[in-house]
C-alpha cells in the first residue's frame, strides 16, 4: 500500500483503537494509521483528501462519502464477503488485508478478503525435519480446512521422493509474478495433491529461491493468501531464503522443529540472541517450539524411514493444534 493516512472507525471505540495501534506498531505498514472517534472527523479528512483507505464497521462503510477512497468493512461475519473483513480474525490477516488493496487490478473482480492464515515451518538447525513437519501439520489441517501447502526451500526433493514430474512449478509462479501478471492464472496448473492437502511444486530453478527479493515474496504469498480458496497455508521458510525473518513477519504461527543436542542448543540460543538483538523478539512470541529430535531413530538403534517419521509425528502435531485451538478460544 502507498503511502498515506488510513482511517479506522468501529462502533466499539475500544476495538478500534487496539487495531489502529497493532497496525502502527506491529504490522508494517507504511500508510499513517488514524483511529478516528467521531463518523464526522472522519468524513472531513476523506473530503479533504487527506485519507487513502478505510477501514470501518458498518453503516460508516456504507456512507456515499466513504467512497472515495478505498474501502474494506469491518463485519461481524465469520464468512465476509468480498470486500468485507471480519473483524475478529487475526488482527495480522486484517492488516495483510488493508495493505494487499493496492496489488488488484481495479478492473478485475474484488478479491475474496476472507485471508488464509499463515503458518511458518522454521528453524536455524539443519536436518530437523522442517519439510516433513510442514506436510504433517498441513496434512491434519486438511481435514477440516483448505489447506496449501509451499516450499521455499532451494532444494526441497519433492522430485525424488514422490517419483514424479511437475510441468508447472513455484518457478513458474515467481516469473508471472515478475511479470505483474495475476497469479490465478497460472496457479490451477500448477496445483497438486498430497491427500487432501494441495501443495505448490517447488522451485526447479535454486536461483529463484535463494535471489528472492522482499516484494517478489511478499505479492506471491499475499496473492495465495487473498486469492479466497484456501483457508491455510502452511510455509516451509527453509534456510536458503536470504532473509528468512521477513518471511516469518507475515505469518500469523510459527513454529521451530528443534534437537536436543549440545550444539543445536547452542545454535538456537545464538539465534533467539540475534532475534532479540535486530528488534525481532516479537517472533519469538508467536513460536512454537516442537522438539522432533527422538523421530530420528526407531528406539533400537536403527534409523526410521521417511513414512515413518510422518507416522510418528501425526499425533505429536495434532496435540500442538489442539492446544493451540484451546488457548484461541480461550481468548475470544
Known amino acids: 500500500m502507498q503511502s498515506g493516512i488510513v482511517g479506522i472507525w468501529d462502533g466499539d471505540r475500544d476495538y478500534a483503537l487496539r487495531l489502529s495501534e497493532y497496525l502502527r506498531s506491529r504490522a508494517g505498514c507504511p500508510s499513517r494509521v488514524v483511529c478516528y ?36 468493512t469491518l463485519t461481524e461475519a465469520r464468512e465476509a464477503s468480498a ?26 473482480s474484488a478479491p475474496a478478503l476472507v485471508t488464509a492464515r499463515l503458518r511458518g515451518i522454521y528453524s536455524p538447525l539443519g536436518g530437523c525435519l522442517k519439510t516433513s513437519l510442514g506436510l504433517v501439520m498441513g496434512s491434519i489441517l486438511a481435514e477440516e480446512r483448505s489447506c496449501l501447502f509451499v516450499s521455499l526451500e532451494a532444494h526441497a526433493g519433492f522430485r525424488t521422493l514422490f517419483e514424479r514430474q511437475y510441468p508447472v512449478d513455484l518457478s513458474d509462479l515467481f516469473a508471472l509474478v515478475r511479470r505483474d501478471g495475476r497469479l490465478a492464472d497460472g496457479l490451477p496448473g500448477a496445483l497438486q495433491s498430497f491427500g487432501r ?6 522451485v526447479i530453478w535454486p536461483e529463484d529461491v535463494r535471489e528472492a527479493e522482499k516484494e517478489e515474496l511478499k505479492k506471491l504469498l499475499s496473492a495465495l493468501a487473498h486469492l479466497g480458496q484456501f483457508e491455510e497455508i502452511v510455509i516451509d521458510v527453509g534456510q536458503d ?36 538483538d535486530s528488534g525481532r523478539e516479537e517472533l519469538l512470541a508467536r513460536t512454537e517450539r516442537i522438539e522432533l529430535g527422538e523421530l530420528a531413530a526407531d528406539g533400537y538403534g536403527g534409523r526410521l524411514s521417511q513414512w515413518q517419521r510422518w507416522e510418528q509425528m501425526i499425533p505429536l502435531v495434532r496435540r500442538v493444534l489442539e492446544k493451540e485451538e484451546r488457548e484461541d478460544a480461550g481468548d475470544d
Do not use: H, N
Not at 456504507?62 to 472515495?68: A, P, Y
Not at 473483524?87 to 495493505?99: D, E, F, N, T
Open 37 to 72: 472517534g467521531e463518523e464526522d472527523r472522519l468524513k472531513a479528512a476523506v473530503e479533504s483528501g487527506q485519507v487513502m483507505a478505510v477501514l470501518a464497521g458498518r453503516p460508516v462503510a456504507e456512507r456515499s462519502w466513504v467512497r472515495k477512497t478505498a474501502v474494506l
Open 83 to 108: 470486500g468485507a473483513v471480519c473483524k475478529y480474525q487475526p488482527a495480522g490477516q486484517i492488516a495483510r488485508a488493508l495493505m494487499e488493496l493496492s496489488l488488484w487490478d481495479e478492473q478485475a
Open 197 to 202: 492437502l494441495r501443495y505448490i511444486p517447488p
Open 241 to 276: 531464503l536470504a532473509r528468512p525473518e521477513e518471511v516469518l513477519d507475515w505469518c500469523d504461527k510459527i513454529y521451530r522443529p528443534e534437537k536436543d543436542d549440545a550444539f543445536s542448543r547452542a545454535k538456537l540460543a545464538e539465534y533467539d540472541t540475534y532475534l532479540r
